[in-house]
């Protein structure tokens, strides 16, 4: 993992569309060049979505994690690498934007 992830930043959904489409939960880009050029939409899993519901601007991402290691009763490290797996893939792909500093 990259040190692109970062506990202390602020994360939120791009110019894209989230919707549940026949059970599963896909991102779609609104602008082109975000995303991958071959695979443009992006499917959540059930671990993923429960995240993406928590990147909405308003927590850092350790706050995020902490939320979910309470609300899960899971441990903090292993709830951590999954929330950083699936942001700094997410940001790769420009679905997620890391907002500025207040």
Do not use: C, F, H, Q
């Not at 202390?8 to 894209?16: M, Q, R």
């Not at 992006?42 to 601007?57: C, D, E, F, K, P």
């Amino acid at each position: 993992m990259t040190d692109v992830v970062r506990l202390d930043a602020i994360y939120a959904p791009s110019e894209l569309v989230a919707r549940e489409i026949e059970g599963e939960y896909i991102l779609v880009p609104l602008s082109s060049g975000i995303g991958d050029m071959e695979d443009e939409l992006y499917t959540l899993n059930s671990t993923a979505r429960v995240i993406w519901n928590r990147l909405n601007g308003k927590r850092t991402l350790r706050g995020v994690v902490e939320d979910l290691a309470a609300e899960y009763n899971g441990p903090v490290a292993e709830i951590e690498v999954d929330v950083k797996g699936l942001v700094e893939e997410l940001l790769k792909r420009k679905m997620l934007i890391e907002l500025p500093e207040s």
